[in-house]
Each structure stands twice: as C-alpha cells, then as structure tokens.
C-alpha cells in the first residue's frame, strides 16, 4: 500500500518537471562529458608532444655523462657507515663518479677497497663504468673536504657525510635544482643566522640551528653535509680563499661548512636552495648534539664576517618541492 503510494507520488513528481528542462539538463551532462574527455585526450597528446612524459628514461637524460654528478663523501673511521652509503649512492641514476675523502692514518684496508670496488661494478649500469676513488689525505682536516678534485668530469658535486641517506630521488630531485641553478649552493639541511640584538651596537652574529628554521621558515645557508656545489668552488676554497680562514677551520676542527656557505654568498650575492627531501640517519651522534656547538657556531660566522669585512650570507624563504609529490596546489 505505502509502497505504491510512495511511488505514485514520486511520479507525480517528476511529471512536474518540464520535458524540455531534461533535455536540456542531459544535453548539458552530455557536452560537459565532451569537454571533459576532449580535453583529457589533448592534454595527453600534448604531454607526449612537448616531452612532458611523467617519467623522463634515466637512460636518455644521463647518457651523457657530464650531466650526472660526484659524489662527495666525508668519512671518519666508519667503514660500516661507509659501505652503507656507497651501496646506496650507487644505485642512484645520475653518479658519476665517487670520491672518498679520506683523511685517517691508516690507508683504506684492501677488503674495504674491494668491498667498494665490487659494489661500484655491480650497481654501474649500461656499460657505463662509475668511478670510485680515495682522496688520500695526510694531514687531518675539515678542509680536506673542499680539495680541489683533478679531472672530474662532471661540474656538479654532491657533498655528503657518511652518516646520512638521502633516497636517490630526492638526490635526483635536488639534483635537477641545482641544474637550474649551477651558481647556487643546493641542499638538504638549512640553517640560519641573525643579529643579535642583545648587544647594543655592536654588530655580532648567531648562528640557529635546524629549531630556528624551522621556527622562522628563514634561512641563509645549507650545510656541505648533504648538498650541490660546483667543482669550482672547491679550487676556490682551496686556492683563493684567505688562508687564515682554513687555519681557523683546521685548528677549530669546525666551521668548514660555513666558510662554504660564506664563499659561495660572496660569490653569488644570492641565498642558496633549500630542497625538501627525506633524510635518514644512519649514524650515531654527531658534532652538532656536542655541548656547546651552537656557541662555537656563532663565533665562526663573526669570525669570517670580521674576514670579509661584510655579512655576505643572504636570507630566504624559498623551499624546492617536487610538484609530483603533492595533490595540493
Ligand atoms: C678496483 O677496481 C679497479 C678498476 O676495475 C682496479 O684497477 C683495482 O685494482 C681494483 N682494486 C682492488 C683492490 O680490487
Ligand atoms: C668576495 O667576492 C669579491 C668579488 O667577487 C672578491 O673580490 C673577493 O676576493 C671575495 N672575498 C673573499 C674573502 O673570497
């Protein structure tokens, strides 16, 4: 009974509705649908026609090799540390080369060098040998770090440490940044300085950490433990920068980074990239969660301002993503 009552009434209903107004309604649905499907086909012929294809082949973007990079890897008696990385580093697409700064004693154990060897053949693809060097150091320095490399074939280096993974990705990523951007410094850990006011006129600087940042979203450098240079600034810090700034470096057993970011600032007059990525620590402790770090920080940057006679570094805000990475515009 209800059921037929309902359904009469509904009927009713929907006699109300004019005939032309459906019409119109489905011819409306229908040339909506049109566009819809005309422009999903032309936006993916276009794609294809501009080379705007989702996944560019690794293949052909880094069949010539002086498009990849260097990888740039500071190791302190960690071989552990170090097969980890370069087990991982190897698989990524744009390596060229890896160099090992090696600045212990002792010369690199021969099972170690094999170890190594082995797996830069293994994971070198389409016939394309990476090479794998030490940079053989003997005095004990951070500046060993920034030695001019001879006969690197790529213009790019990736500076990282040994106790931190990026995923080649993200390295790919901050990679293709940097391409844009040759000059610039680009990376993956930011930190930040500022004047502090507390001390009346006189001008002195701190240095913030990664809470700074992250509290602020400024910043005015990014740190050589994972980032993109230019070869060229390694001759400079090695050749052209003032010597005493090494000495400083040598004897603090600190500070390389920020006479980097200083060089390059003072090269550039521009701030660097920060690149949002994925880091995973594999290490234990670093220098940073040392007592007192922050202090020391502080004092190297009014150290090399008192050597350029000006604050160089530049701050912003600017951070990479990759596009591909969010559904939020
Ligand atoms: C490592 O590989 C290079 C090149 O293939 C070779 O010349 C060198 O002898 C190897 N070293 C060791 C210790 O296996
Ligand atoms: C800073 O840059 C200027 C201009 O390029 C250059 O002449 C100067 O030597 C640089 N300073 C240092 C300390 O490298």
Same mark, same amino acid.
């Given at each position: 009974m209800r059921g037929s009552l309902l359904g009469r009434r509904t009927a009713q209903r929907f006699?109300?509705? /004019?005939?032309s107004a459906?019409?119109?309604?489905?011819?409306?649905?229908?040339?909506?649908?049109?566009? &819809?499907?005309? !422009?999903?086909?032309?936006?993916?012929?276009?794609?294809s026609f501009l080379g705007w294809k989702h996944q560019t082949s690794s293949l052909d973007r880094f069949a010539d090799r002086r498009k990849g990079y260097a990888i740039l890897i500071n190791t302190w008696k960690r071989n552990d540390l170090l097969k980890q990385s370069i087990s991982h580093y190897t698989l990524c697409p744009g390596v060229d080369s890896i160099h090992i700064v090696w600045?212990? /004693?002792?010369a690199p154990s021969d099972s170690l060098v094999k170890f190594l060897n082995h797996t830069v053949q293994s994971n070198s693809r389409h016939g394309?040998?990476?090479e794998l060097k030490f940079e053989i150091n003997k005095e004990d320095s951070l500046n060993n770090r920034f030695k001019?490399?001879?006969?690197?074939?790529?213009?790019?280096?990736?500076?990282?440490?040994?106790?931190?993974?990026? @995923?080649c990705s993200s390295v790919e990523f901050a990679f293709s940044v940097w391409q844009s951007a040759p000059d610039t410094m680009v990376?993956? &850990? @930011?930190?930040? *300085?500022?004047?502090?006011?507390?001390?009346?006129?006189?001008?002195?600087y701190i240095y913030g950490g990664w809470g700074s940042v992250w509290w602020m979203g400024t910043y005015s450098?990014?740190?050589?433990?994972?980032?993109?240079? *230019?070869?060229? =600034?390694?001759? !400079? =810090?090695a050749n052209e920068m003032p010597a005493s700034i090494r000495e400083y470096v040598t004897k603090n057993r600190n500070c390389e980074d920020i006479a980097m970011s200083f060089l390059v600032a003072n090269a550039t007059g521009a701030p660097p990239v920060w690149v949002k990525g994925q880091i995973f620590e594999i290490g234990s402790t670093g220098i940073s969660s040392l007592g007192g770090h922050s202090e020391r920080r502080s004092q190297c940057i009014n150290r090399l301002v008192a050597e350029y006679g000006r604050m160089p570094l530049v701050s912003t805000s600017v951070k990479a993503v990759d596009s591909r990475n969010i559904w939020f515009w």
């Open positions: 006699r109300q509705v /004019p005939i459906v019409g119109s309604v489905k011819n409306k649905l229908l040339l909506s649908c049109c566009i &819809v499907f005309t !422009l999903v086909v032309l936006a993916s012929h276009a794609a600045s212990e /004693p002792d394309q040998q990476m001019e490399i001879k006969n690197l074939k790529t213009d790019a280096i990736f500076s990282i440490d040994d106790d931190v993974i990026f @995923p990376g993956f &850990v @930011p930190r930040i *300085h500022w004047v502090d006011q507390s001390k009346g006129n006189t001008e002195r450098m990014v740190l050589s433990k994972a980032a993109f240079f *230019h070869r060229k =600034y390694s001759g !400079l =810090y």
